[in-house]
């Protein structure tokens, strides 16, 4: 194996690996599972864990984590840049969310609260405006459709028709 690896035990069947957000490798075994069992299912699973793992550390050589700076100047350009475009597509679709918020979300662009009140991550000013738009529209689509089902995307659609190439850009 070419790659250190966080071994986790637990009362569970089987053994899992998972990839962490920081390019890390969490393997997850039974109790009585050996380690040199363990080892052989790595072995065994090397190729998917390099891909993924290289797969992980370039998302992250592209979108580092922002400094002090960055993050003020991610949150002067969405205070400037997602109000006006979120009126724009509210108005456009029918919907009107009670707030705009702003935070610093790793793992989330955007949510929609139950009482219609949307929040974005500052994270999507570090992505092309095109994508900026389709996490605006995804989340005003919620006012309507609190789901992700097919009328959830069919509404989505109506706005933006190449709402899955925008959505591309955002695993790039």
């Given amino acids: 194996?070419?790659?250190?690896?966080?071994?986790?035990?637990?009362?569970?069947?089987?053994?899992?690996?998972?990839?962490?957000?920081?390019?890390a490798?969490?393997?997850?075994?039974?109790?009585?599972?050996?380690?040199?069992?363990?080892?052989?299912?790595?072995?065994?699973?090397?190729h998917w864990i390099q891909v993924h793992l290289e797969r992980q550390?370039?998302?992250?050589?592209?979108?580092?984590?922002?400094?002090?700076?960055?993050?003020?100047?991610?949150?002067t350009e969405a205070k400037e840049y997602i109000p006006p475009r979120a009126s724009y597509y509210a108005q456009r679709m029918g919907v009107s969310p009670t707030a705009i918020r702003f935070s610093r979300a790793k793992t989330r662009f955007g949510s929609c609260s139950a009482k219609d009140s949307i929040t974005f991550s500052l994270r999507l000013m570090d992505y092309p405006k095109e994508a900026v738009d389709y996490v605006i529209v995804h989340e005003?689509?919620?006012?309507?459709h609190k789901n992700h089902g097919r009328e959830f995307y069919r509404f989505v659609a109506s706005v933006l028709p190449d709402y899955r190439q925008r959505e591309a850009l955002l695993k790039q």
């Fill in 25 to 46: 490798v969490v393997v997850r075994a039974p109790l009585r599972v050996s380690v040199r069992d363990v080892e052989y299912f790595l072995n065994e699973k090397e």
């Fill in 57 to 75: 550390q370039a998302r992250l050589a592209a979108h580092p984590e922002p400094d002090e700076v960055t993050w003020q100047c991610w949150k």
């Fill in 1 to 23: 194996m070419r790659f250190p690896y966080k071994l986790i035990r637990s009362h569970r069947r089987t053994i899992s690996i998972q990839i962490t957000r920081d390019a």
């Fill in 140 to 144: 005003l689509a919620h006012i309507r």
